[in-house]
Structure formats: structure tokens, C-alpha cells
């Protein structure tokens, strides 16, 4: 057994074509959680600065992409809601049993075996050090661990595609950076947006049916733009779009395209279309933040003309291509290049609003479901909706999971400091909106605004 502050170490193997995917699990000790919450995000910060001196460490989203002394390169994910530590050669999975799949590291194959699993040993021992270190046990020697390499599972073979194209050669500018993921997130999985739904469940059904617009003499569009507030929902709508359309997701945002080196932005783009169109798969491009990709020309540097001027030329190359739709989220609409919403391109807008009392009721029941499932028990009792909801006007869906995560960490702190709590109830919920509500009063006193959806005439759809 391991001693606090450590409570496991698992580390699997998988192998698929000539590439392979090391993953290692370090959950810590729940009393050592709970004597210093932001131990774990110190931990992390202590891992990752050490590495800077080996390579650039780049951060995507909560998940960190490192380079070990030996040139391999690691992806790093904490698990938020078990606070688990996953690192990894290219895959990891979140609590929700989602895949997220970055493109392996071009170090992780069978050739470079010995320095991919010397680096990652290396890696996992500076995470057990780190803890340790911090635990007061300063920097003992761990106890010996047998280090575990399971039978390779056939997880990375199992879309042939993905194996091909691999072999085919991915191009290096895309390597760490471009987010492929098959979602299995469904729509009833969305809260309220009802006709939001609606029209883009009729997107999935172009995607998968491209035949029957050809019977009419017509195509599918190609373009769409979901607009509306943030936290209202509009990335997990497109990863819906794309599971229901059984279609890869290509996650792109402006951190992922951004270079300080000339010409090297348009290149990135031109190489996510070119593997987007490869094999002939289903496939999603998702634009996140299209404002911040491709903001209006007038005014803005060279590079990004160049850039607009590549996806623009992208889209126009999808023409002949019905397996390939480009999505993409904005909340400033006005901020876009013009040439982009013009017929052809983000023609077919959909708007995501705030939700609705109906909706903000859905949204709380799914998150209230969710953590339940995670949990494996009742964590609520007695909550009435009906009182709760009226109380969260002019919400959005992140503020409504926010409110629920809030309220049960006040549990888990009660807990950790050994006050016998019960079940989440209604007014544990109307605690943590007033809580929340006095959050963003400050917010806008120290001049804090979201940016918000800007009217825009709506072009006709095409």
C-alpha cells in the first residue's frame, strides 16, 4: 500500500499500428485533498514549470502538452471531479467516459519505445516526488512500486481510418494540437434549446444523408455558425451535431492556429482541412470562438488576412466534399469577417439563447443526474425545482452547472472537516445562487462583462 498522500498509481499500454499510447493514473490520498484543496493544482504547476527547460509547455484547455528530456511528448489532464492526474501519450478520458483524442506524440512508436517509457517513468516519478514533498514527507524515496505494462488493448485500433491516416503520415504542425474526438454526447443531454435542437439535429441528418439533397438537386450546407451567450451551450450542441452524425470532431481554437512564426498559422489550417477531407470519413471542423479566429480584416494584422484568406479558400474547396461540414461558436458577432457569413460559407446561422425556466429546469436535472451517476448514490433530497428555478432568471447552462458544483462542494467541505451533512437540499441550492448571484455583482462593479451577442441581420440560408 501506498502511504498518504498517494492512494493509487495505475499505468496501461495500449498499442494500435506501429503507434502506441502510454497512460498513468496517480489518484491522491482524499485526506490529503482535503487538508489543501489547491495541493493537486501546485503539483501540477511544480511538474510542468520544471519542464519548461526541455521544451515549450503549451496549455489547451485544462490539459497541458510537455516534453520529457528525451523529446517524447506528454499530455497532461487533471481529472476535475475525482482530482486524478492522468498522463498520457495521447489519449486521455474524462469523467463523463468521454474520448478526447490529441494526436499521438510522433515519438510514441514502437521504434522509440525505450525513450517514450523512460521519459514517462521519469514524469510519473517527478508527480509522486511532488507529492510527497508536499505532504510534509519531503523527499523520500517513494516505496518500490512493480511497474505494470497490461496485455495492448485494440482501443487505438478500433477506427481503421485513424490507423491509416497515421500511417499515411500526419502532418508535424498538427501534432499536439488539433483535439480528434468521437463524442457520444446526445441532445436530450442539452437542456431547453429546444429549437436550437431542432434545426441542428436537422444538420445531422444532412451530414448523414447527403444522397437525398442530391435527388433534389441541391446539397447540404456546409457552413454553420451557432450564435448566442456565452455558457449557454454551444460547444457541446456541435459535439452532439457531430456524434448524432457519427462524425469525427475536429476541436479548433484560436490558441491551436496562433504562431509567432510567419506563414505558419495558414499552414495549420490548410493541414486540418487537408485531414479533415483524408479517407473519406464523416467529419466536423469546429471553429471555437470564431471572433478570436478570424476577426474583421479592417484593422488587424497581415497574418490574420492570411489566415481568414486560407479557411475561406477551404470552404470553397468542400464544394464536392459532402462527408466534411465546417461549425463554428461565436458571441460577438459583429467581430466576424464579413466574407465569412456570405452565401456559401457561415450561411446557416442557429441560435443558442439563454435558457428558459422550462430549459433552466432540464439543465439543473441533468447536472443533478450526472453527479449522481459519478457518485453511484442519492446525493439530493427533497429538492424542489419549482422554487429553485424561478431564482435563476437570465442564467445560462454553465451558470446553472456551476450553482450545482458549488453546492456540492460545500458538502464535501463539510465533510472534510468532519461535520456530519446530509443530502443536498432546496435551500443548500438557494445559498449557492445567492452566493453566486453577489459573485457577479463584483464582477460588474470592477467592470467584469461577458461579451454579448450584437444584432445582426441574418443572412438567408442557403
Request: glycine residues 8%; proline residues 5%; without cysteine.
Amino acid at each position: 500500500m501506498l502511504p498518504v498522500p498517494m492512494e493509487s498509481i495505475k499505468v496501461e499500454l495500449e498499442s494500435g499500428k506501429g503507434v502506441f499510447d502510454l497512460k498513468g493514473e496517480i489518484q491522491p490520498d482524499m485526506e490529503f485533498h482535503m487538508n489543501d484543496y489547491r495541493a493537486i493544482e501546485r503539483v501540477i504547476n511544480a511538474v510542468t514549470t520544471r519542464h519548461q527547460q526541455f521544451g515549450e509547455v503549451k496549455e489547451r484547455g485544462g490539459n497541458y502538452i510537455v516534453i520529457g528530456k528525451r523529446g517524447s511528448q506528454f499530455v497532461l489532464h487533471r481529472d476535475i471531479a475525482l482530482d486524478w492526474i492522468t498522463v498520457t501519450t495521447g489519449m486521455i478520458k474524462d469523467i463523463i467516459r468521454e474520448d478526447r483524442r490529441l494526436l499521438p506524440s510522433p515519438t510514441a512508436t514502437r521504434e522509440s519505445f525505450d525513450a517514450v517509457t523512460s521519459d514517462f517513468s521519469d514524469l510519473m516519478q517527478e508527480f509522486v516526488e511532488e507529492y510527497y514533498a508536499r505532504s510534509g514527507l519531503g523527499k523520500q524515496t517513494p516505496p518500490d512500486e512493480e511497474l505494470v505494462l497490461r496485455p495492448p488493448k485494440q482501443k487505438l485500433e478500433r477506427d481503421e481510418h485513424w490507423d491509416n491516416g497515421m500511417k499515411r503520415g500526419t502532418p508535424e504542425e498538427l501534432l499536439g494540437k488539433l483535439e480528434i474526438e468521437r463524442p457520444d454526447v446526445t441532445f436530450e443531454q442539452i437542456g431547453g434549446q429546444n429549437e436550437a435542437k431542432r434545426e441542428v439535429q436537422g444538420l445531422a441528418f444532412a451530414l448523414k444523408n447527403p444522397e437525398l439533397y442530391k435527388k433534389w438537386g441541391t446539397r447540404p450546407p456546409k457552413g454553420i455558425l451557432l450564435y448566442g451567450p456565452p455558457g449557454t451551450g454551444k460547444t457541446l450542441m456541435a459535439k452532439a451535431l457531430a456524434s448524432q452524425a457519427e462524425a469525427r470532431f475536429f476541436h479548433v481554437q484560436a490558441s491551436d492556429i496562433a504562431s509567432k512564426w510567419y506563414g505558419e498559422s495558414e499552414q495549420i489550417v490548410r493541414q486540418i482541412f487537408e485531414l479533415a477531407n483524408h479517407n473519406g470519413d464523416k467529419t466536423i471542423v469546429f471553429f471555437d470562438e470564431l471572433d478570436a479566429i478570424a476577426p474583421d480584416r479592417e484593422g488587424t494584422h497581415e497574418a490574420t488576412h492570411k489566415v481568414i484568406s486560407t479557411i475561406l479558400e477551404a470552404m470553397d474547396g468542400l464544394e464536392s466534399n459532402e462527408n466534411v461540414m465546417v461549425v463554428a461558436s461565436t458571441n460577438r458577432l459583429n467581430s466576424i469577417d464579413p466574407a465569412l457569413v456570405r452565401a456559401g460559407r457561415f450561411d446557416r446561422w442557429v441560435e443558442v439563447t439563454l435558457p428558459d425556466e422550462e430549459g433552466r429546469k432540464q439543465i439543473l436535472e441533468i447536472h443533478m443526474a450526472k453527479a449522481q451517476e459519478v457518485a453511484g448514490r442519492t446525493l439530493f433530497a427533497d429538492v424542489n425545482l419549482d422554487i429553485i428555478v424561478p431564482k435563476t432568471e437570465k442564467s445560462s447552462g454553465a451558470d446553472l452547472a456551476e450553482i450545482v458544483r458549488r453546492a456540492l462542494e460545500e458538502k464535501v467541505r463539510q465533510e472534510g472537516t468532519g461535520v456530519e451533512t446530509g443530502p443536498v437540499t432546496t435551500e443548500d441550492i438557494l445559498r449557492e445562487i445567492q452566493g453566486y448571484e453577489r459573485t457577479r455583482e463584483v464582477r460588474k462593479s470592477i467592470g467584469f462583462r461577458p461579451p454579448q451577442t450584437e444584432a445582426k441581420e441574418q443572412p438567408q440560408s442557403s
